[in-house]
């Protein structure tokens, strides 16, 4: 057999930040998820293209070791070259 798999998330609850998903579940479902999205470094949920480095084609994605209490997305990492930039820039 194949692998089943349920989300108990609705679509739109998928493209929220990570921190808001696992309120979510917890919240509804007392659920903590630990999947690889959920346990990954980056939020992969606001994804942006174009690294500001010369020469990097990667993504930016939110910091998921951004500061608690900073803004959401205060902060994104690239995945390719790893290099840290504000939102705001």
């Known amino acids: ?14 493209l929220l930040p990570r921190d808001r998903r696992q309120a979510e579940l917890a919240e509804r479902w007392d659920f903590l998820c630990a999947c690889p999205r959920c346990s990954a470094g980056a939020d992969d949920a606001r994804r942006f293209r174009g690294c500001g480095r010369q020469g990097c084609q990667g993504d930016l994605l939110a910091d998921g070791d951004a500061k608690p209490g900073s803004a959401p997305a205060a902060r994104l990492r690239c995945v390719t070259c790893g290099t840290s930039a504000s939102a705001q820039e």
């Open 1 to 14: 057999g194949e692998m089943l798999t349920l989300s108990y998330l609705d679509d739109a609850s998928l």
